[in-house]
């Protein structure tokens, strides 16, 4: 069964940091492309940020950008987001996905993305 699963969220207070990471099951990550998506109440899904299977291309929402890193581990099979200075904003429940994709292919197209972790909550507040 090909499965991704989340871990790492929680409740930070604003300016502190949150690693999540994202572990596949049943499948290797390495032809595929990766993204992290983010849902808070109320609002539509949004993609955060994204990675080739090469590893060579990222993509950042604006809203993100030099803040959240995004990385892949070929030897835990598994996908990171390094979140820093995190704001109340940030708040929502987070999503892994993965997409086989050529080597230097990365979307933040939610549509296009094949497999869903279940997500995992960030919360940010004092």
């Known amino acids: 069964q090909l499965q991704l699963v989340e871990s790492g969220g929680g409740l930070v207070q604003p300016g502190g940091s949150l690693r999540l990471s994202c572990a596949a099951s049943?499948?290797?990550?390495?032809?595929?492309?990766l993204g992290w998506f983010r849902q808070a109440p109320g609002k539509e899904r949004e993609g955060v940020s994204c990675?080739?299977?090469?590893?060579?291309?990222?993509k950042y929402a604006d809203s993100v950008k030099g803040r959240f890193t995004i990385s892949r581990d070929s030897a835990k099979n598994a996908v990171s987001l390094q979140m820093n200075s995190l704001r109340p904003e940030d708040t929502a429940v987070y999503y892994c996905?993965?997409?086989?994709?050529?080597?230097?292919?990365?979307?933040?197209?939610?549509?296009?993305?094949?497999?869903w972790g279940q997500g995992t909550q960030v919360t940010v507040s004092s």
């Open positions: 996905a993965a997409v086989q994709a050529d080597a230097n292919i990365a979307t933040m197209q939610s549509y296009a993305y094949e497999y």
């Open positions: 990675i080739s299977s090469s590893g060579t291309v990222t």
């Open positions: 049943g499948f290797t990550l390495d032809y595929y492309a």
